[in-house]
């Protein structure tokens, strides 16, 4: 990365908060990280400073994060920020809210510094700003595998990609998965359908024992335990279509395992 991210954190002074500020001082990518901790103080600095991105709570004194948003946008997009909302709210409603406001991303706050680092990165290195209603889910499935620590080399990679933005674009898991999914992958990538149960599982078990398991309970919520162990392919795609449906402003009722 050639220049330097300047960053803008507007939160409550919470220890969420100083957690988060300080993993991203330690970040390379980020040469500039400015704090504040209410809204009218954040726009200032918006309009003055020209941050490349803005982490921006939902509960800001003086003036909410919509209002900063939309005021900032008010002027030439193209010299707006990307704007991540660290939301307070269930991340469907977050979702909805932040889309209207013309936001990029939202994370539903307890949320991983290591995550946020990453996303920045990913946003900030994008051609072109997503905005949270044109979310490209063939961009947001790779962020996320990548985060995951799934090799790209792996078969499953391809099939286990292939099968959450098919389930994203059907609205919900087609079931039952082996007589439907797993055929419907297999014709696609020109392989078997054992071949593509058996090479998902294996990804799945990699990404598993690689995984920060702070960063998969961030992408995949409760749903998961430490002490559960690894999910089930089915599962596995359900949430990770699930995670992707809900930034994308849909309501979720068809991802259920």
């Given at each position: ?10 939160d ?24 504040v ?12 400073d ?19 948003i939309?005021k ?68 947001e ?12 080399n ?33 014709e696609v ?29 961030e ?6 335990s430490?002490?559960?162990g ?9 949430l990770v ?9 849909h ?7």
């Amino acid at each position: 990365m050639d220049r330097k991210i300047k960053v803008l954190l507007a939160d409550l002074p919470d220890d969420d908060c100083r957690a988060l500020a300080d993993h991203l001082r330690t970040r390379d990518s980020i040469g500039e990280l400015r704090v504040v901790e209410n809204g009218r103080s954040a726009l200032e600095l918006i309009c003055r400073d020209r941050p490349d991105v803005v982490l921006i709570g939902t509960f800001l004194p003086g003036m909410d994060f919509g209002e900063v948003i939309e005021k900032a946008l008010q002027g030439s997009r193209s010299e707006a920020p990307i704007f991540v909302v660290l939301s307070g709210l269930p991340t469907m409603l977050a979702a909805a809210a932040a889309r209207k406001c013309g936001a990029s991303y939202v994370f539903e706050k307890p949320c991983s510094p290591i995550l946020v680092g990453r996303r920045i990165e990913q946003l900030y290195n994008c051609a072109s700003q997503p905005c949270l209603e044109l979310i490209d889910p063939f961009q947001e499935v790779t962020m996320i595998f990548a985060d995951m620590g799934i090799p790209a080399n792996l078969d499953g990679y391809l099939y286990l990609r292939e099968a959450v933005l098919y389930s994203i674009k059907e609205g919900g898991l087609p079931k039952p998965v082996s007589r439907r999914l797993y055929p419907y992958i297999a014709e696609v990538k020109s392989a078997t359908p054992a071949k593509v149960e058996r090479s998902m599982r294996h990804a799945i078990e990699i990404c598993w024992n690689r995984a920060d398991f702070a960063l998969a309970k961030e992408i995949f919520g409760s749903s998961i335990s430490q002490d559960r162990g690894k999910p089930t392919n089915s599962e596995f795609i359900a949430l990770v279509s699930e995670y992707i449906y809900i930034r994308m402003g849909h309501k979720n009722n068809r991802f259920a395992k």
